[in-house]
């Protein structure tokens, strides 16, 4: 067998937010063999996988920050230990993992001369360059000389083609999941009980959670409803702002006796409690400085694989998830009566949710699973191995 040696550069491995990354990579053929280059790890006891190198783990923290520094002063912008070890372990593809990792990573791959590929997955597309806009000259740069572009589907293959990418470079590379291991128990409900809803993000301003909330605190006047919220804000000053704002709303909205607020959890639990409810709400929105999901919040895949009904938006390739009306329901963004009229749907229907349910996992079977996108990814890489 004639293998592949892709090196897979990250800053971080990995974040308790980036479990689609875990599934990217394990589900690779196994004529492709991945070694994970990074900085720092975590979480490591959720997605251990083999051949996982770290940079602080393996020199000193004074090489660490040195690179750092030089970095920050632009004397070099790729990582000396990561050519290390793509000419140690005979790298044939260098795969950077958002698009500023890409930029950095230019001088690696042309001192290794490998293929290069960048996956972008959401902030690198629209906030970035908006942020500071010396990253479109550096996205310019860089699609000038890498040999592919990844993104998870077409309206975020539209934003980088807009930031200057030639289209024939983007390639469409879906995030799958593990349909295989998580069970499909279709939801049902009754007007005697609860209506159990799940709202699972970080809280940052695109995940539009306040406008949730808003629209479950109109429905609260109409039936009983219990509310779960998994995620929390890191640092981010903007977080911050996003979690004062989000717990102001549930005060003001008195519905704080029936939310349960749990912070971010393992992987795991996240599954145990979407079994627990009946509808998963994510109505992603546009934020104010240009953050957008870029592509589709993979928790929307996910909690559809387990037959739970899907009310979101039709924000970025939210669309290509759900189906409005077949797999799920979307609202307009930032569409609060638009949301309480799609909830008050479906619990004006409930007798129809299973032909819905079943539609959803169907679909999600057929286009998001992690295995077939391996196989996928696995040949974009073959093909690039014999550029």
Known sequence: MNMTTVIHSFPTWLPQTQTWM????????????PHIVCDNTKNLEQFALANIHTLTEEKSYWYYYWGRGLRFLHLRHHSPYLVEKIQKYKGHILHSHFGPVGWFNIGAAKQSQLS?????????????????????????DMFGVIDSVLCEGPHMAKCIQALGCPEEKIIVQRL????????????SWSPT?????????????????????????????????????????GTDSREQLEK???????????????????GYQPYHVIFEEAYKHHIFLSPSVTAEDGDTEGGAPVTIIE?????????????????????????????????????????????EMPEKWYEMLVAARKHVENQFDAKAQGEKLGEIYRNLGLN
């Open 22 to 33: 875990y599934n990217q990579i394990r589900c690779l053929p196994k004529d492709i063999e």
């Open 176 to 187: 799958g999941i593990m349909n295989d291991e998580i069970a499909f128990q279709p939801r």
């Open 116 to 140: 290069h590929l960048v996956t972008f997955y959401g902030y690198d597309v629209n906030y970035l360059p908006r942020k500071d806009v010396r990253w479109r000259k550096r996205y310019q």
């Open 244 to 262: 004062a704002k989000i717990l102001n709303i549930i005060d003001a909205l008195g519905i704080k006796p029936t939310t349960r607020l749990l």
């Open 303 to 347: 909690m559809a694989a387990t037959g739970m009904p899907i009310v979101s938006t039709t924000h970025c390739d939210i669309p290509q998830v759900i189906q409005h009306g077949v797999t799920g329901w979307l609202a307009k963004e930032r569409d609060v009566n638009g949301l309480v009229l799609l909830l008050r749907q479906l619990i």
């Open 193 to 233: 009980e609860p209506l159990r809803v799940l709202i699972a993000a970080s809280f940052r301003e695109k995940k539009g959670i306040p406008y949730a909330l808003e629209a479950l605190g109109h429905l609260k006047k109409e039936l009983p409803i219990e509310i779960t919220i998994i995620g929390d804000a």
